[in-house]
């Protein structure tokens, strides 16, 4: 077997060629009616379609049906529209496919539209936190799992719903695993509905004397909480990709499941000779050999996140220029889920003829969206993934080893149209100790967020919820203390009010949502909402290695000895001096090309800075509707900062004598990332937002705070702990 990634490119003729040659813009159709013609084609040769009429016929008869299938046989962009077209929407009602990601939700909406040849947001759209495309006339509507939790807020029996389809059940985020569990309810409660309804209406009529009084008046009650509708029993759908249909089968009463006969081509698997030092540059010189020494076919790239997606792009685009100029012919495509949606389709666009893609992908490309022509696969074998400590009640991002099932999902996406090759960027030995499948993330995280949303669905009974997988115990209380010394529950632990009811209301992390109701009492809700939606992307400042010195010179003047936060404020408000300044009166477009331009003199992440900009505008809108006073502190950014510490001192850290900080709630050991403004400085005291674990513990996003402030604004934890 060769040794894929030993060795380097050199001895390669410069000639700074070609270096920003684009893709064709895909929604540019050249000509639609073979387009059209073309797509007709692909449908009729996907693997699901042979099976349309059966599948239909399952659903009309199961009340819960599981359905397995290789990625890429259609599940996805086929079966809502084979139910819509059966007449599961007859009655006005709407399918609703849920999907753990962003990116899956938005790309997949925007093929089955031009598949149904609608517009998006007509029959067919998306709707996910911070955008929602959707009409009345929507029904066929994909959206987040988290989405839909939401929307049982609003709506607990889900009644605009006719049929709901739960995407990649394997993938076990925390919201499919409360969802499961919450649908579960609401279609029990849906079917009594209708059920008792019958029963009751027969009863009555039939024979009065068979229905004792208490009984009825139960019964009538139940029926009015339900507010004389008349919903239909809920159709439930669970759909996967790996074999693990038993699992919910089980957990759905014996449930049906059906497997679709998908089609695979074989996959060589090539390892390497030694464990890989740095996964990045192996996958770079991997990426090249198969350019340079391999046949026609894209390569799909799986790496752990944003920033590495965009280091790794930005160096293949400087080594193509060492190339001799014949062999500059691949191009990058990216897909992650902060990158703006009008992006995302870019990775669908085959490459112009002649030309090689390279896919630089998160693990989104593993199995929720799947993307044509790829016969490549470089897999470096990590995933980035949550993972907490119930007992020190820290929830971190860190890179870790994939999974067994999840490196055959990867070498999968190689063999789907033809015979392909995966590189593993790691021995042999190495696979064969992977675990064999995921961890479900409700073990693996901080359940406040859902907790909360439980909560405020009525299900105050958390222990006793029928969880697939219950999480642990430890992990449970941890939470609900949590949410107790955040405000949100009462003594009994019930939701408070009002605090704990807008927390719910509001589509962000608990602690977010309480920052934001201290900051209108702090009046600096408007410095808040900057810090929120900035802290809701990946970072703001991208920092090229090569180029770290003019980077650091550039940013220089947005920093804050303060610290990140304010550091963020203070770009986030240049954006906006320079939007007013230079693009009165200028379309759109030219202000958001003027606007990148700014970014990239400014060593600004410009997609980063889009998304917060976006982020920004719904919050406010959620807090405007919510009646919180949208002020400014000014100057004065003491206040902001006594803000900070009173919404996040389960984060604050104390300096330790040889320069590291000590976690106060936790009592770990934790390192200030280099990226934070603070990293010389190193207060005495600050708060965090984050904790990432590569081979250091790095707090992220930090601010320098006062440690009296800790007992006087958080007396709930500090005294109690003192
Ligand atoms: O859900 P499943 O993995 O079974 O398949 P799917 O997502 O429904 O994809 C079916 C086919 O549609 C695949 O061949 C994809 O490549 C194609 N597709 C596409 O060309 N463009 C998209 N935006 C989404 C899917
Ligand atoms: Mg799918």
Redesign the pocket.
């Known amino acids: 077997m060769p040794s894929m990634a030993q060795g380097g490119l050199r001895n390669f003729t410069e000639n700074p060629n070609q270096l920003n040659r684009k893709f064709p813009n895909p929604e540019a159709k050249v000509d639609p009616f073979s387009r059209k013609q073309k797509i007709a084609q692909?449908?009729k040769s996907?693997?699901?379609a042979s099976v349309e009429k059966r599948l239909v016929d399952e659903v009309r008869k199961n009340d819960t049906l599981i359905i397995v299938?290789?990625?890429?046989?259609?599940?996805?962009?086929?079966?809502p529209q084979f139910l819509f077209n059966a007449g599961f929407c007859r009655d006005g009602r709407t399918i609703g496919i849920t999907q753990p990601r962003r990116v899956?939700a938005v790309?997949?909406a925007?093929?089955?539209a031009e598949e149904c040849d609608v517009q998006l947001g007509q029959r067919v759209g998306y709707s996910i936190r911070f955008d929602d495309t959707t009409s009345g006339s929507t029904r066929i509507k994909y959206m987040t799992d988290g989405l839909l939790l939401r929307e049982a807020l609003l709506d607990p029996y889900l009644s605009k719903y006719s049929v709901i389809i739960v995407?990649e059940a394997h993938e076990r985020t925390v919201h499919t695993d409360v969802l499961l569990g919450l649908l579960k309810n609401v279609q029990k409660a849906r079917s009594k509905t209708s059920n008792d309804r019958l029963n009751i209406e027969n009863k009555r009529t039939n024979d009065r004397t068979l229905l004792d009084k208490d009984n009825e008046d139960q019964a009538m009650s139940f029926l009015k909480q339900c507010q004389g509708s008349k919903f239909p029993p809920l159709k439930l759908v669970i759909?996967s990709?790996s074999l693990d249909a038993r699992g919910f089968s089980e957990y759905f009463g014996g449930a049906k499941a059906v497997h679709?006969q998908?089609r695979q081509f074989p996959v060589d698997i090539f390892y390497t000779h030694y464990a890989e030092p740095d996964y990045l540059d192996a996958a770079l010189i991997t990426i090249f050999q198969i350019h340079l020494e391999e046949g026609p076919g894209d390569i799909l790239v799986f790496l752990t996140g944003q920033e590495e997606i965009e280091s790794v792009e930005r160096l293949i685009k400087e080594r193509l220029q060492q190339l001799p100029e014949g062999r500059q012919n691949l191009l990058t495509a990216l897909i992650f889920s902060a990158l703006p949606s009008e992006k995302q389709?870019r990775v669908?666009a085959p490459a112009p003829t002649g030309f090689r893609k390279v896919i630089l992908a998160t693990n989104i490309a593993e199995?929720?969206?799947?993307?044509?022509g790829i016969k490549y696969v470089v897999d470096p074998g990590f995933v980035k993934a949550r993972s907490y400590d119930p007992l020190k009640g820290m929830e971190s991002l860190i890179i870790v080893p994939t999974s067994k099932s999840q490196a055959l999902q990867r070498s999968g996406r190689a063999g789907?149209e033809g015979p392909g090759k995966c590189f593993r960027l790691y021995p042999e030995g190495e696979f064969e100790k992977l675990e064999d499948s995921t961890k479900p993330e409700i073990k693996r995280c901080n359940l406040s967020n859902v907790i909360l949303q439980l909560k405020a669905l009525g299900v105050d009974d958390i222990l006793g919820f029928d969880f697939m997988e219950k999480p642990s115990r430890a992990s449970i209380v941890k939470s609900l203390e949590q949410l107790y010394l955040l405000g949100a529950l009462t003594d009994e632990c019930k939701l408070s009010n009002p605090v704990g009811h807008q927390m719910a209301r509001l589509p962000l992390d608990p602690i977010y949502a309480k920052a934001l109701i201290l900051a209108s009492q702090f009046n600096c809700l408007e410095e808040m909402l900057i810090t929120v939606a900035m802290l809701s992307v990946e970072s703001i400042f991208f920092t090229p290695r090569e180029k770290l010195e003019e980077a650091r010179t550039a940013t220089k003047c947005f920093s804050s000895p303060d610290g990140d936060h304010l550091t963020m404020i203070n770009v986030y408000r240049a954006s906006n001096e320079f939007l007013e300044k230079k693009t009165v009166g200028l379309s759109k477009e030219k202000s958001e090309k003027i606007l990148r331009k700014w970014c990239k003199d400014n060593f600004i992440n410009s997609r980063s800075l889009r998304h917060a900009r976006d982020i920004h505008g719904q919050i406010q809108g959620h807090v405007e509707q919510m009646g919180l006073c949208v002020a400014s502190c000014g100057d004065d950014m003491l206040q902001f900062r006594r803000c900070l510490a009173a919404s996040f001192f389960i984060n604050a850290a104390l300096k330790q004598p040889e320069g590291t900080f000590r976690a106060l709630a936790s009592g770990q050991v934790v390192q200030i990332h280099p990226s934070s403004v603070l990293f010389q400085a190193k207060p005495e005291c600050i708060i965090f937002n984050e904790l990432v674990q590569t081979n250091h513990k790095y707090i992220r996003n930090i601010t320098r705070i006062d440690y009296l402030w800790l007992s006087e604004l958080a007396p709930q934890y500090y005294c109690m702990q003192n």
């Open positions: 692909h449908r996907l693997p699901i299938g290789e990625t890429g046989s259609g599940k996805t962009t086929q079966l899956a790309t997949v925007k093929r089955v995407d759909m990709a679709i998908g389709m669908f199995t929720s969206v799947t993307i044509p789907r």
